[in-house]
């Protein structure tokens, strides 16, 4: 594909749809959203509204960190605080589909529909790729930003049309575009990281306390994993806990598994091998987190396991 060629007639089409109508986008931080934010402001300028909604799910600083890099760009970000919207939405939710439906729920219906009916927008865009349409209209697995191809009218449910860019695009192909509009290396090189945030690495109920927990442990994973080149590597909390010992005394902890994986475009994936020294390193940080003391190595390839675990 000529990406040049795809950049231009991307950056037409918005125009051309768009027209003098104000649209708006959400901003996740991501490799899709991010690329999706530079060609929608190139197209349209102040006509676009972008921001970043603080669902509480998100990595530690990543809110203040994806602002500053945006606002370096010359692309202002507007920071909004939902995070006790989707606490609420999530609170007693243990299954997957409906951990999902009420993380798209929210976004879409409440938080951003209150956006939208503010700001007068009549468009909204999505960093939808091909392999999230592919994986949603297959029963795979739900992603939250699938809503045409299941027969979601978004004027009628929400009161705003969408408009996805990169549908036709993987990953690797997004990257190469996120490289040819000058994105830095941290956002164009960056693992994936799902829509539904850490929500999707909490097997079970999200709570504070638990979101806390992954937190720490993702911090420790991407810290110790990020020099291996591996295509993704996650933490993910289980629902289980486990006896252990800790000063001498019995405890019953939390149970954290990792995961490192090669891909060109997650629609399929192997497991890294990662050497004996980085896992006893890694297990050994995570084990000290307050009440896990248990720490698994996830050896599935995608099939017959999906990337991530919810």
């Known amino acids: 594909m000529n990406y040049h060629q795809f950049i231009e007639d991307q950056i037409a089409a918005i125009r051309k749809e768009v027209g003098s109508a104000i649209a708006i ?4 931080g991501g490799v899709d959203s991010s690329v999706v934010t530079v060609l929608a402001h190139r197209a349209l300028g102040a006509q676009l509204k972008t921001v970043f909604v603080d669902n509480a799910l998100m990595r530690e600083g990543e809110p203040q960190r994806i602002v500053k890099i945006f606002a370096e760009l010359g692309i202002p970000i507007d920071l909004w605080d939902a995070r006790q919207a989707f606490l609420g939405a999530l ?13 798209t729920d929210t976004f879409y219906r409440d938080v951003f529909g209150a956006a ?3 700001s007068g927008a009549k468009f909204l865009f999505h960093g939808t790729i091909l392999t999230d349409i592919e994986e949603t209209v297959a029963g795979i697995k739900r992603q939250h930003n699938i809503l045409s ?3 979601i009218d978004t004027e009628d449910a929400y009161g705003y049309r969408v408009i996805e860019p990169l549908q036709t695009l993987r990953k690797d192909g997004v990257r190469e575009v996120a490289r040819l509009l000058g994105l830095p290396d ?3 090189r960056r693992i994936p990281f799902p829509g539904p945030a850490l929500a999707t690495r909490i097997v079970g109920e999200v709570t504070e306390a638990r979101l806390a927990t992954v937190r720490a442990a993702t911090a420790i994973v991407e810290e110790e994993l990020a020099g291996t ?3 993704q590597y996650l933490a993910v909390l289980l629902n289980d806990c486990a006896t252990g ?3 001498g005394r019995r405890e019953f902890g939390q149970i954290i598994v990792v995961r490192c994986i090669d891909s060109q475009d997650a629609r399929q994936a192997t497991v890294r091998e990662l050497p004996w020294e980085t896992l006893h390193r890694v297990t050994r940080r995570i ?3 307050p009440g896990v003391n248990r720490c698994l190595y996830d050896l599935t390839p995608k099939p017959p396991a999906t990337v991530e675990y919810i």
């Open 149 to 151: 191809q299941l027969g």
């Open 116 to 118: 939208v009916r503010k």
């Open 287 to 289: 084990t000290e987190i």
């Open 91 to 103: 609170r007693g939710l243990t299954d997957p589909e409906q951990k999902r439906q009420a993380i």
């Open 245 to 247: 010992i800790r000063n």
């Open 186 to 188: 941290e956002i164009a």
């Open 229 to 231: 080149g591996a295509f």
């Open 25 to 28: 986008n959400a901003l996740s």
